[in-house]
């Protein structure tokens, strides 16, 4: 089996050289599902991996606008539309310095098992721009997100494909893509989710990637008899997702102790409490200041250019940003007792990360299955345009609820070992893989 595995990862690597980050998504699919289709002579004889490693369409293009000095600026647009065999293709725009095609190619891919799982109909793709948006004015991100939607509504449609936000795109940026998109088009239509509740948004669409990652979090703890209650807790990240983190766990009765941010990390023994996440929204969300700020303000420790893994806790949110958490992270969280650990953000984990993970037998959720929160509402907001209804708080929640404890019943179903260890990275790559799977079969060889 290594060898059949081994044959495939090479003949990617020949024709995606220089693309790390796809690469390694790819590794860590095809060594669950090779396997898998090894043993289930339908979809081995199909060559379905071979077809899901390719994107069904990929879209580059030159984005010029003018900054507050009259001086043209340019930068580079993507849209990578992977896979379109269960629905529309859906996925976040990601505007930072660090996007180039390899890095939205491993998003896209992630991204089809991550929307298959979620049981609604929608397909895989990802997008964005090498734009930064920080230390830019509204007037600037306003007219590149006009110049960005000039040429990516060729591209996009309710029933084509859907983007949303992701890392650098929040609600301002939908908000200004949305308007152009609406301008050049002459039509309100659900083309784009993350908008703002009174011109089509969903509630709980901010909140869902946090609270959703942990909700799964929260089932895993159960197969082992846990609770959040009374747990100590490390957060990685600032921005959204970190932050409906720590709102869930201290409702759930957890205590979060960190936060981090690209200038390093915070460590707060006393806990994040309700008043000190206030500040911490109002810090990152309006003032768009520096995570530092809060240990100043509240006289804990800061430790620049770190990562917040070796403080000690027994469970961890890697929430930030891809392989942010390596081997010796993970070798240090599990000495310090960490069993368990659900990812907010995708592919925060090294490989050699993940070995060690399931080597410790701890509980690990891989990405694509505990942080799909937020595509799921994504998609109940599309569903809502589409009905032109919006539901209410609760209703959204509630579905939300729903909606990530079948994807963990998912992930035990096609994840369950021997031992009776639950390897969620397995389940997750088959459970996702199933059904997009029987949906290309269905169709023909497209």
């Known amino acids: 089996m290594d060898t059949l595995v081994k044959e495939f990862l090479a003949q990617v690597e020949a024709r995606n050289q220089h693309e790390p980050e796809f690469l390694q998504a790819v590794r860590e699919v095809a060594e669950t599902i090779i396997p898998f289709t090894h043993n289930n002579p339908k ?23 003018l900054s507050d000095k009259n001086e043209v600026m340019v930068n580079r647009g993507f849209r990578v539309q992977m896979n379109s065999a269960i629905g529309p293709y859906k996925g976040g725009l990601r505007f930072h310095p660090s996007v180039n095609l390899s890095i939205l190619k491993f998003l896209a891919f992630e991204q089809v098992f991550k929307n298959s799982l979620t049981g609604l109909p929608m397909g895989g793709g990802k997008g964005g721009s090498d734009f930064d948006p920080k230390g830019k004015s509204d007037s600037e991100i306003m007219k590149f997100c006009q110049s960005f939607m000039t040429e990516l509504y060729r591209h996009v449609g309710a029933d084509i494909d859907v983007p949303a936000g992701d890392i650098g795109v929040g609600g301002r940026e939908v908000g200004y893509l949305f308007g152009q998109y609406k301008r050049i088009k002459g039509e309100f239509t659900g083309v784009l989710t993350g908008k703002g509740t009174s011109w089509g948004g969903s509630v709980i669409r901010p909140e869902a990637t946090g609270y959703g990652v942990v909700y799964f979090a929260e089932d895993m703890l159960q197969t082992r008899g846990e609770t959040l209650e009374g747990k100590t807790v490390l957060v990685s990240g600032s921005g959204n997702v970190a932050q409906y983190t720590v709102e869930r766990c201290i409702q759930a009765g957890a205590k979060v102790v960190t936060l981090s941010d690209s200038s390093g990390f915070i460590h707060d023994p006393e806990g994040i409490d309700a008043e000190k996440l206030k500040f911490l929204m109002e810090l990152k969300n309006e003032k768009r200041e520096r995570i530092q700020e809060y240990a100043s303000k509240y006289g804990c420790a800061f430790y620049p250019n770190e990562r917040p893994w070796r403080i000690k806790a027994d469970i961890a949110f890697p929430n930030a940003t891809q392989n942010e958490l390596d081997e010796a992270d993970a070798r240090m969280l599990v000495e310090n007792g960490c069993f368990c650990i659900a990812e907010g953000a995708n592919m925060p984990s090294t490989p050699e990360a993940i070995q060690v993970f399931t080597e ?28 032109r209804i919006s539901w209410s708080r609760d209703e959204v929640n509630n579905r939300l609820r729903d909606i990530m404890r079948d994807i963990h019943r998912i992930c035990v179903q096609y994840g369950t070992e021997e031992d009776g260890y639950i390897n969620y990275e397995k389940g997750a790559n088959i459970g996702g893989f199933v059904k997009v799977a029987d949906a290309m079969l269905a169709q023909g060889v497209v």
């Open 43 to 65: 979809y081995k004889n199909a060559r379905l991996l071979e077809r899901m490693v390719e994107p069904e369409r990929v879209v580059m293009f030159r984005v010029p606008w």
């Open 360 to 387: 410790a037998k701890i509980l690990y959720a891989p990405g694509k299955a505990s942080n799909a929160g937020g595509v799921a509402v994504s998609g109940l907001e599309m569903s809502q345009n589409s009905l």
